[in-house]
């Protein structure tokens, strides 16, 4: 089993870890952004 993956496989992976990243960021910023989140926190206390 040595060589290069398909191409196929490198597109699936691709695709998934985008929609990953992006599900991972959006709840990030949710976190980072929301009122009491960690913005809000830093604004608060401040």
Request: aromatic letters at 14%.
């Amino acid at each position: 089993m040595s060589g290069q993956p398909p191409p196929m496989a490198i597109e699936i992976f691709d695709v998934a870890f985008g929609k990953l990243l992006i599900k991972f960021s959006g709840e990030v910023n949710a976190i980072i952004f929301r009122p009491n989140g960690f913005c809000g926190f830093l604004g608060s206390s401040s």
